[in-house]
């Protein structure tokens, strides 16, 4: 696929492997993403794999190794492709030998980066590694959209990634709902996790989670996920999850756990369904 014609709108970003500028690495593929023309399915799948490559890179490449790098990342045309290249200068690791990645959502012994590589090769269209020079180099494509527009660069205030709050409320006397607002990532997924934890010390064993308005989800996120509605059936309570958006829930449905966890259309449907499980 690579090497038929040279890159156009080629643009390139270097970060410090630190996982706090993850999300700048997103930011600068999604604008590139949306210059040539991607819908908002495409732009999630790019988000993605974005995301969880370079918190790979960074988690297991360089701290686990306690190396300190960086994370080159070019994107542009080609072929009809919008593609993506990240390199960095950890030991080599080819994800694309990685079996096993279809596993239950419940294991306990996934591979590490298991589920974000296995969104990379499930949601791009190409994935192709090669370690040179003493660099990893992976390079992942999306298909341009047949009647896709080159746009002019987005503005960052109005197309940027959000920030996350999040607040919780009392639906009846049993249940309580936490309400994230943004994104559900590695650098949020530990005050929800948090909040969450709190209610369970209360006795607030049933749950929703109130996903309307959560725009994106990562590997980290559905693994805090997963964590806390094991912990509230422990607790002889559960866990649902309402109102999640099409993007999230294609993610959910990948690896199963729309399966595991429950899923409504409305917090209302989440507190009665809540209350027949009680009466089991």
Not at 136 to 160: C, E, I, T, W, Y
Not at 199 to 218: G, K, P, Q
Request: net charge negative; glycine share 6%; hydrophobic share 45%.
């Amino acid at each position: 696929m690579e090497g038929d014609s040279a890159m156009v709108q080629a643009q390139q970003l270097t970060i410090a492997g630190a996982l706090e500028n993850v999300a700048q690495a997103c930011e600068f593929v999604l604008a590139a993403a949306r210059e040539v023309g991607l819908d908002d399915r495409a732009l999630y799948h790019c988000h993605l794999a974005v995301d969880e490559a370079c918190t790979n890179i960074i988690e297991h490449g360089y701290a686990a190794h306690d190396l300190d790098g960086v994370v080159e990342i070019v994107c542009g045309v080609q072929n009809q492709y919008f593609v993506i290249s990240l390199l960095d200068d950890g030991p080599p690791f080819n994800p694309l030998e990685m079996t096993g990645l279809e596993q239950d959502p419940l294991a306990n012994d996934r591979e590490p980066g298991g589920w974000g590589i296995f969104f990379i090769r499930r949601f791009m269209d190409a994935v192709q590694y090669d370690y040179d020079m003493n660099r990893n180099r992976l390079v992942m494509h999306k298909r341009l959209q047949a009647d896709a527009d080159f746009a002019a660069p987005a503005d960052p205030a109005s197309d940027g990634i959000t920030e996350t709050s999040i607040t919780s409320q009392s639906l009846t006397s049993k249940v309580w709902m936490v309400v994230p607002n943004g994104r559900l990532d590695l650098t949020c997924v530990a005050d929800m996790e948090m909040l969450l934890a709190k209610h369970l010390a209360a006795e607030h064993n049933d749950l929703v989670v109130n996903m309307a308005a959560v725009d994106y989800i990562a590997s980290a996120g559905l693994k805090m996920l997963v964590g806390m509605w094991q912990r509230a059936r422990e607790r002889n309570g559960d866990l649902v999850l309402t109102t999640v958006g099409p993007h999230v829930r294609e993610v959910f449905e990948l690896i199963g756990l729309d399966l595991v966890i429950s899923i409504t259309d409305t917090p209302d449907q989440a507190v009665v369904l809540l209350a027949q499980r009680r009466q089991r």
